[in-house]
């Protein structure tokens, strides 16, 4: 009886061993995906109107705004949902000095629908108004999850100063020349600044720096 | 006494086959570790395994596909782009190989040649509109945006 179980445990070890062989060794690999390519072309449907989008980039980097414009306004009237392509659209309209149908545009845009980069070219668009009440409440909301660029901190710093709200000003240039010490222009406004708000001993001091 | 020499001949045989299988199919077994090491993202292990398979012929057209994704995979276009012109001379008539150059050269910045590759590809299919989609975007990326929107049009009809 117990040479049996010996006998079929042995049986099964060499099938097992021979499944093993022949079919986990030899068998063929899975080819890796080798392309995403299609000779067909049918794996890459492309919708009219991603093509047209596209088209409407084309155009308005060739600087043929109106054509641009025309196109954009054939993708919105199909897909009127494409929040991001009416902001290229206004961005398009901005290019072509067209500021207030620009504005318009992005005025019709919720906070929640707009994304960074939309929030800095209405941001810009209000500057260009003179606007900067409603300027710099965008440029915060870009520097909260961008804190790091100082071409914007820079952007507020200013909006800030024209508005006279000097103090607060006066912080987002020091932030700045905390990350770029050397950058003479920056240190150069944050004097004027200091200079409006009749800090003049400060002023005088920081516009020698830039003199070195 | 039967039963116990049958089942110690039965083990030998299975270990024999099994060291004879790794003995005479060596290159089977490189190119499982080679796969392994593909699949574990292990690009740099695979290369040297795929390469010295090339070598010996082995599978030849696979093997120049496998590493051609390896290389491409680990970043290095250059020698992606090498493998694919070979896999290319080598089967001129899988329409994919010319694609997948032309993607490679447009994510190396060498925008011109995956131009040329999809203008070529345009003679034989025309009417090809992920081809042409491609070439257009290429044209772009290249900064000739009048063409690229020339493009555009016919991909839309216009």
């Known amino acids: 009886m117990e040479q049996r179980v010996i006998a079929v445990l042995a049986i099964f070890l060499f099938f097992a061993g021979f499944l093993f062989v022949h079919f986990s060794y030899p068998c063929a690999q899975e080819k890796p995906q080798a392309t995403s390519a299609s000779p067909s072309g049918k794996g890459e449907e492309i919708p009219d109107w991603v093509a047209r989008w596209e088209l409407a980039r084309a155009l308005s980097y060739a600087k043929r705004y109106d054509e641009s414009v025309s196109e954009y306004k054939k993708i919105l009237k199909e897909r009127p949902d494409l929040v991001k392509a009416k902001t290229e659209m206004a961005k398009v309209l901005f290019w072509q000095g067209k500021k207030q149908e620009a504005a318009a545009i992005l005025e019709t845009l919720k906070p929640d629908q707009t994304d960074d980069e939309s929030k800095l070219l209405m941001a810009d668009l209000y500057v260009v108004q003179k606007s900067y009440k409603k300027a710099a409440p965008l440029y915060r909301a870009y520097l909260e999850k961008h804190p790091g660029n100082h071409g914007v901190r820079l952007k507020l710093a200013e909006v800030l100063s024209w508005d006279k709200q000097y103090e607060a000003s006066l912080k987002e240039y020091r932030q700045i020349l905390t990350a770029l010490p050397e950058d003479i222009q920056v240190r150069r406004k944050y004097a004027f600044v200091l200079m409006w708000s009749k800090r003049y001993d400060e002023a005088a001091n920081e516009l020698r720096k830039t003199l070195k | ?158």
């Open chain 2, 1 to 158: 006494m039967k039963i116990s020499a049958a089942v110690i001949f039965l083990i030998i045989l299975s270990l024999v086959t099994t060291a004879a299988y790794r003995f005479f199919q060596e290159d089977w077994v490189l190119y499982r570790k080679a796969g392994d090491y593909f699949e574990h993202k292990a690009y740099s292990k695979a290369i040297p395994i795929y390469d010295g398979l090339l070598k010996k012929r082995f599978r030849e057209t696979e093997i120049l596909s496998h590493l051609g994704e390896s290389y491409e995979r680990s970043g290095d276009l250059t020698n992606a782009i090498e493998v694919f012109k070979k896999i290319s001379g080598k089967t001129p008539s899988d329409g994919w190989v010319p694609l997948k150059l032309g993607e490679l050269y447009d994510r190396k910045g060498d925008y011109r040649q995956a131009i040329d590759i999809y203008n070529s590809l345009l003679k034989a299919q025309p009417g090809n509109r992920s081809v042409r989609i491609r070439l257009a975007r290429s044209l772009v990326a290249a900064g000739d945006f009048d063409e690229a929107a020339k493009q555009y049009r016919m991909i839309l009809g216009e």
